[in-house]
């Protein structure tokens, strides 16, 4: 099922980074650091606990893939993988999405209202 006004249901394929029968991986369009993406189910739903088994499995091999491929890209030293669940944040897009922000030596991530935090 898709939502007509939902970014996360309506993506150009040309963004794709990888993509498997339940799941896609998409740049993230609000980066908070090189190569920042998005692991989000093909099925539009609101809460990481109403994905299917299957849907959570294909999605942490998305999340994998991500890694593995942001590793051969971009080298960071690590990543910060996170999402949000539920409406606490006033998250705009009530699609479930997984963040993988690659961190990188000497560089400060600034989590923003997405995360709860104010500048």
């Given at each position: ?40 189910p093909l ?29 051969l890209l971009?080298q960071p ?43």
């Amino acid at each position: 099922m898709t939502e007509l006004n939902c970014p996360y249901c309506n993506y150009d394929e040309y963004d794709v980074i990888a993509k498997n029968d339940f799941g896609v991986v998409l740049p993230e369009p609000q980066s908070l650091s090189k190569g920042h993406c998005v692991i989000v189910p093909l099925r539009h739903v609101g809460s990481f606990f109403e994905i299917t088994d299957k849907e959570r499995k294909s999605l942490m091999s998305l999340l994998e893939q991500a890694r593995n491929e942001l590793n051969l890209l971009h080298q960071p030293t690590g990543f910060h993988i996170g999402f949000n669940d539920g409406t606490v944040f006033g998250e705009a897009i009530e699609h479930v999405h997984i963040h993988i922000i690659p961190r990188y030596e000497n560089q400060k991530l600034a989590l923003d209202q997405r995360w709860g935090f104010q500048n």
